[in-house]
């Protein structure tokens, strides 16, 4: 029944997380795993606290978007050791570029994918509709199953 499972990551502690569920679901299920980041389009993006915690240790001061997307590179390697970890073993990496949510969504559809992880800041169903955070509005727009890990 599951057969691919894409999962989306930002470097936050909740989308690694959501990354080992996933990963020990695809590994249950003999799943191949997508693991995503996205980056949005014509500016550098908000960088979580650990990749500008990682930009600093790199001595890049002030990251373009090249610079963005190594660090990206560097956190699904990252992320991919982590689903090997968790019991994954059929797994592919992307970067993608365009708005977060949508591309997300679009990259299901695209992968065919049977469910979608993703990893929440912990915001309550009333404070994401008001804030309209990405986890959110993946939930709202997907058309497959979305697991969001807190």
Same mark, same amino acid.
């Given at each position: 029944?599951?057969e ?34 996205v980056? /949005? ?38 992320? /991919? ?53 990405v ?16």
């Open positions: 029944m599951i691919k499972i894409l999962v989306a990551v930002d470097g936050s502690a909740h989308s690694l997380k959501a990354v080992e569920y996933a990963a020990a679901i695809a590994g249950a299920c003999n799943a191949k795993l997508s693991i995503l980041t980056l /949005k389009p014509r500016k550098v993006p908000k960088m979580s606290e650990e990749l500008r915690k990682y930009a600093q240790l790199e001595h890049i001061d002030d990251a373009d978007h090249e610079a963005i997307k190594l660090l990206s590179s560097d956190l699904l390697a990252h992320a /991919k050791e982590v689903a090997k970890k968790s019991g994954a073993t059929d797994i592919e990496t992307s970067v993608e570029t365009g708005p977060v949510a949508r591309t997300i969504v679009n990259v299901a559809v695209m992968k065919k994918a049977s469910m979608i992880a993703i990893g929440s800041r912990g915001l309550g169903n009333i404070e994401a509709t008001l804030r309209g955070g986890s959110h509005r993946v939930e709202l727009l997907a058309r497959c199953p979305v697991l969001t890990v807190k």
